[in-house]
């Protein structure tokens, strides 16, 4: 099955009603862990890296292995660069074979996020890519790093912006965060069922690690097509290994690869569950 556009597995998406999961990965067992999830499902699935993350895992190592891991994969997948901050990478990622990446203007004003969002989707035209932006703000930050408050997406300005951009897929805020959430999420569904009534596009719920499932469903009922894992992802690779260590007192290398391998198998396929991915691919 081969690499994919994202804009295909969102379109098909909207038509099962069900929602695509996007895997956050650093690493490449991280990253077998997630394709070996999709394939036993049988699952379209979404696998991404956030610009914040090169510090850790270089964009020239990690971007053509995850690209190779998709054209290798039994079951369509698409890669993505999430929360695309600067062109300059941006373009690193296409150029690697991304089929998707994230632009975040969502610090700046509508204007100014709307001007950058249209010159990344004209640069990523040139490799046939689809382009997802950020309405409103998301809470948290990806890596940990701030802690920034949740700004609710408007409902006009999200019309506005679609108009002007005809970006494939929309990230919305709804009382979601990134990162562990230090009280239970509330979600403003009314705000997501009044945006996917009035915008035409794919929507994104990003901050997904601690929302429940009866929650993941509600909005996949309201609209949301893709769905972004990370943190949880992370914990359970870090959990699996904690329990290895825990269990032996010497531990091989190659052991700890397979721990770190099914850690991010075990919460990739969970999810997958939920999202109503399974049998899609
Ligand atoms: P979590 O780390 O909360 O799962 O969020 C992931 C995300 O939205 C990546 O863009």
């Keep these: 099955m081969p690499l994919v556009n994202m804009r295909d597995l969102l379109c098909n998406a909207e038509k099962g009603n069900y929602a695509v999961g996007s895997f956050s990965v650093a690493n490449m067992e991280m990253l077998m862990g997630a394709i070996k999830a999709g394939e036993e ?14 510090n850790h895992s270089p964009l020239h190592l990690i971007g ?14 698409a890669i993505h660069f999430d929360h695309g901050l600067t062109l300059e990478k941006i373009k690193q990622a296409l150029h690697i074979g991304f089929t998707s990446v994230m632009i975040d203007g969502s610090k700046y004003s509508l204007k100014d996020n709307m001007k950058l969002t249209r010159e990344v989707i004209s640069e990523a035209k040139k490799y046939n890519a689809d382009v997802e932006a950020e309405i409103g703000r998301v809470g948290g930050s990806e890596d940990g790093s701030e802690n920034l408050s949740i700004l609710c ?9 679609f108009d002007a951009t005809g970006v494939d897929a929309l990230a919305v805020a709804i009382g979601n965060a990134h990162g562990v959430y230090l009280e239970n999420p509330e979600l403003n569904f009314d705000i997501l069922d009044e945006i996917n009534k009035s915008v035409n596009v794919p929507l994104v719920l990003h901050g997904g690690t601690g929302i429940s499932d009866d929650d993941f469903k509600k909005c996949i009922s309201l609209g949301i097509r893709k769905i972004n894992i ?6 359970s690779v870090e959990e699996n290994v904690r329990k290895l260590y825990e269990q032996s007192q010497k531990v091989d290398y190659f052991e700890l690869h397979l721990a770190e391998i099914e850690g991010a198998y075990l919460n990739v396929k969970k999810h997958i569950q939920v999202f109503g991915s399974k049998n899609k691919a």
């Design 153 to 161: 997406t408007g409902v006009n300005e999200a019309k506005e912006f």
């Design 64 to 77: 053509p292995m995850m690209v190779a891991a998709a054209k290798n994969s039994k079951v369509p997948v």
């Design 41 to 54: 499902l049988n699952s379209p699935m979404i696998i991404q890296i956030a610009e914040v993350r090169l």
């Design 230 to 235: 990370a943190t949880a992802t992370f914990a």
